[in-house]
């Protein structure tokens, strides 16, 4: 039987790359946005605020069966600490955080069932460094999602389940459209491959996760990043 796969934030960016990759490898792909997309390589698409509970709950109803969660979909706010409100607070740890949390509890009842599944959670490179932009309390939820991951890679994996994270970093997306010229000189200067990276490196390590040959790697933080930073 077709595996399928879940992946929010499929619009664009990392998301779309994951959801290409995965239906490269012969995976039903649904994908997940808070915008309207071309559904391209997706076997469907669903419009969703994930900011909200009730749409995130009702997105797992319609959907059913998902033998493969992505959960991408994140926020970036860029603030001095200062500056940062209540309405930064609930949106980055709502999108960031909730939602993965959400959407991997509908999702484990069916994997279970099934004795198989993958879960893998974006975090990102400034949940090891705390971030080299104003971008604190983004960092703070992906340090949360790394957590998260091990939960579930230590409660679940008996039943089959694995749950990782890929934390990227210098990767050219839309996400790192706030860094000037000078900021992404920086960071290069620090990345041993000498470069930043296309989405796509990060989506054929997700194409990994997903797969059966990954089945004995769970709990895992990967750094995609050309070993900017080293853990």
């Known amino acids: 039987m077709t595996r399928v796969a879940l992946v929010t934030g499929s619009a664009g960016g990392i998301g779309r790359a994951i959801a290409v990759a995965l239906q490269d490898v012969g995976m039903e792909v649904i994908g997940v946005d808070r915008v309207p997309q071309d559904d391209g390589v997706l076997g469907r698409s ?40 209540a309405d930064d607070f609930s949106l980055l ?86 860094m000037t010229d000078e900021d992404k000189a920086a960071v290069i200067a620090q990345i041993p491959a000498g470069r930043m990276a296309a989405p796509k490196e990060v989506a054929s390590a997700a194409a990994f996760l997903a797969s059966d040959e990954a089945g004995y790697i769970n709990g895992v933080t990967l750094d995609v990043n050309g070993g900017w930073v080293m853990v």
């Open 46 to 85: 669903e419009v969703v605020d994930l900011a909200e509970i009730d749409a995130c709950e009702a997105l797992m109803r319609r959907v059913g069966r998902v033998d493969v969660l992505v959960n991408n979909a994140s926020v970036l706010v860029v603030k001095p600490l200062a500056d940062v409100d």
């Open 93 to 178: 740890f709502d999108v960031n955080l909730r939602a993965p949390v959400l959407l991997t509890r509908a999702a484990l009842p069916g994997m279970i069932e099934r004795g198989w599944g993958r879960v893998i959670n974006l975090s990102s490179v400034g949940a090891r460094t705390g971030g080299v932009s104003q971008s604190a309390v983004y960092n703070m939820t992906k340090a949360g999602i790394a957590s998260f991951t091990k939960f579930v890679a230590r409660h679940y994996g008996e039943n089959g389940i694995t749950s990782n994270a890929l934390a990227p970093g210098g990767i050219m997306t839309g996400m790192s459209s706030h």
